[in-house]
C-alpha cells in the first residue's frame, strides 16, 4: 500500500527540542518531493518546505526559515521535521506530504501538487 | 508571496444545492491551482489540479475552473459528505501558498 506514515503525538515543553518523522512505502521514496505543512488549532493550511529525498535539496518558505529543519533519510524512507528549541506558538498539526508532478496544458510547466498525505502528528508545547 | 484569498471563508448550504467557492491569487499564476477538502480530524484531500484536472477518484461533481487570477470551485449537487472545508493552493512559486479555506455547513 502506498502510504506515508507519521509519528505519534509529542507533548513538550517550551525550549525543548523534537524531531518527528514521515516515513513512505510502496512507492520510490527518493524519487518524489515530501512537503510539510503546518496546521494550528483552528487554523487553515500553511506551506512550510520540501524536500527531495533523493539528494536533500531542500526549500524553505521564509516564514519558516531558521525555524525549523527539515532532513531525509533515503536508507530508511524517512523525512524528517525537527526543531531546535520549541516555542508554545509551534503547537499545531504537521503533515507530511508527497508532491506529485504532471506534464501541464501547452504553455504551462509541470503542475505540482500533494497527492499523497500522512495522517498528521500533533504537537503540543505547552509549560 | 503570493497571496491566495478565498470566498466566502463560510456558508450554509442544504443537499442538493450547487455551491461554488471562488480563489483569488495576487499575482497572475495560471492554472497552477490546486483545490483540497478537509474534513474534521483528517488530513487534506486533493480534488483538482491544475485549475480544471479531476483527481482520479473524485467525483464528477467536483469541478474547478479559471486561470491567471481568478479561480472557481464547483460541487454540482451538495452530498452529505461534502461538508467540510476547502483549501485552494498556488503551485506557481515558492512558497505555494493556500488559501485561508471555506468551510461548507450544512443549512
Known amino acids: 500500500e502506498v502510504q506515508l506514515v507519521q509519528s505519534g503525538a509529542e507533548v513538550k515543553k517550551p525550549g525543548e527540542s523534537l524531531k518527528i518523522s514521515c516515513k513512505g512505502s510502496?512507492?520510490?521514496?527518493?524519487?518524489?518531493?515530501i512537503g510539510w505543512v503546518r496546521q494550528m488549532p483552528g487554523k487553515g493550511l500553511e506551506w512550510m518546505g520540501i524536500i527531495y529525498p533523493g539528494n536533500s535539496d531542500t526549500r524553505y518558505s521564509p516564514s519558516f526559515q531558521g525555524q525549523v529543519t527539515i532532513s531525509a533519510d533515503k536508507s530508511i524512507s524517512t523525512a524528517y521535521l525537527q526543531w531546535s528549541s520549541l516555542k508554545a506558538s509551534d503547537t499545531a498539526m504537521y503533515y507530511c506530504?508527497?508532491?506529485?508532478?504532471?506534464?501541464?496544458?501547452?504553455?504551462?510547466?509541470?503542475?505540482?501538487?500533494?497527492?499523497?498525505w500522512g495522517r498528521g502528528t500533533l504537537v503540543t508545547v505547552s509549560s | 508571496d503570493i497571496q491566495m484569498t478565498q470566498s466566502p471563508s463560510s456558508l450554509s448550504a442544504s443537499v442538493g444545492d450547487r455551491v461554488t467557492i471562488t480563489c483569488r491569487a495576487s499575482q497572475s499564476i495560471s492554472s497552477y491551482l490546486n483545490w483540497y477538502q478537509q474534513k474534521p480530524g483528517k488530513a487534506p484531500n486533493l480534488l483538482i489540479y491544475g485549475a480544471s484536472s479531476l483527481q482520479s477518484g473524485v467525483p464528477s461533481r467536483f469541478s474547478g475552473s479559471g486561470s491567471g487570477t481568478d479561480f472557481t470551485l464547483t460541487i454540482s449537487s451538495l452530498q452529505p459528505e461534502d461538508f467540510a472545508t476547502y483549501y485552494c493552493q498556488q503551485s506557481y512559486s515558492s512558497p505555494r501558498t493556500f488559501g485561508q479555506g471555506t468551510k461548507v455547513e450544512i443549512k
Open positions: 510502496g512507492y520510490s521514496f527518493i524519487s518524489y518531493w
Open positions: 506530504a508527497r508532491r506529485m508532478a504532471v506534464a501541464g496544458r501547452p504553455g504551462d510547466g509541470s503542475y505540482w501538487y500533494f497527492d499523497l
